[in-house]
C-alpha cells in the first residue's frame, strides 16, 4: 500500500510561488533557512532563556553549523543518498510504501542523527569560545559526545521519529529539509540550552569569598586542635570541601 500525498490547501496555493523557488534551487534553499533558523534560535535563547549579551561568535558557529549540515548536508544526505540506499520510488516524489518509509527514519534516527549530526554538533559547540587547539576542541567534542549520547539520542528519537515519518511519507524531496528544519526549532532550543557552549568561566560571589572563608576555616581548625591538643588527622568543617 503507498502513501499518497494530501490534497493540496488553500495554504499550499498562497505558498506556491515560494514552493517553485524551492524546487528549482533546493539544496541553496535548504542552506539558507537552516543558517537562519539557527542564527534565530540561538539569539533568542541567549537573550530571552540566558538573559546575556549576545556572543555573536557561539551564534555564526551555529549559525554555519546550520548552513552547512543542517541545510545542505542534510539535503544531500535525504535526497541523494537515502534515496539511492533505500528505494527507487524516490525520483518521482510522489508515493513511498511504508517499509521505505521506516528504513528512512530508522536510518536517520538511529545513524545519522547520534553518530554524524551529534558528535559533529558537540565539536563545533567546543570550537564556539575560540579556546585552545583544533585538536583539543574535537577531542572534548568527542568526549562530550560520547557522555551524552544515550540521553541526547532519547531526546532526539522522541521529536525526530514521528516528524520524519511524515516527512518521508508526503512531503516532495525539495521541503523534506526545510520541514525536519521547522520541527528541529524545538530541538535545536533544547540543544542550544542544555548543551550549548558556555561563555568563559566567570568568577561569582561565592568563589570570590571561598579563598577567604576556607582560610577562616582552616585556621579555626587549627586553633580548635591547639586548644584540645589532638594531633590526630585533620579533615576540614567547611561547606565550600
Known amino acids: 500500500m503507498s502513501i499518497f500525498y494530501a490534497p493540496r490547501t488553500r495554504l499550499a496555493q498562497l505558498l506556491a510561488p515560494l514552493d517553485a523557488a524551492m524546487a528549482r534551487y533546493p539544496a541553496a534553499g535548504a542552506a539558507l533557512l537552516a543558517m537562519t533558523k539557527a542564527t534565530a534560535v540561538d539569539v533568542s535563547i541567549q537573550s530571552l532563556v540566558e538573559k546575556r549579551k549576545i556572543d555573536w561568535r557561539r551564534t555564526a558557529v551555529f549559525a554555519a553549523h546550520g548552513f552547512l549540515w543542517g541545510g545542505a548536508g542534510q539535503w544531500v544526505l535525504y535526497n541523494r543518498i537515502f534515496p539511492r540506499v533505500f528505494s527507487a520510488a524516490w525520483s518521482s516524489g510522489r508515493k513511498m510504501n511504508w517499509k521505505t518509509v521506516v528504513q528512512c527514519v530508522m536510518a536517520d534516527s538511529l545513524l545519522h542523527m547520534p553518530f554524524i549530526y551529534m558528535p559533529l554538533f558537540y565539536i563545533i559547540r567546543e570550537a564556539a569560545p575560540g579556546e585552545g587547539t583544533l585538536t583539543d576542541q574535537t577531542c572534548n567534542g568527542l568526549k562530550s559526545w560520547r557522555e551524552n549520547l544515550v540521553e541526547d539520542t532519547m531526546y532526539q528519537v522522541s521529536i525526530f521519529v514521528p516528524v520524519q515519518m511524515w516527512n518521508f511519507a508526503y512531503n516532495p524531496p525539495h521541503w523534506r529539509v526545510p520541514f525536519v ?25 561565592d568563589e570570590h569569598e571561598r579563598p577567604a572563608s576556607w582560610q577562616k576555616c582552616y585556621i579555626e581548625r587549627q586553633l580548635e586542635l591547639q586548644n584540645s591538643a589532638n594531633i590526630g588527622e585533620w579533615s576540614p568543617r567547611c561547606s565550600y570541601v
Open 181 to 205: 528544519l521547522s520541527a528541529g526549532i524545538v530541538w535545536l532550543s533544547l540543544l542550544s540550552t542544555i548543551r550549548g557552549p558556555q561563555p568563559s568561566q566567570s568568577i561569582s560571589p
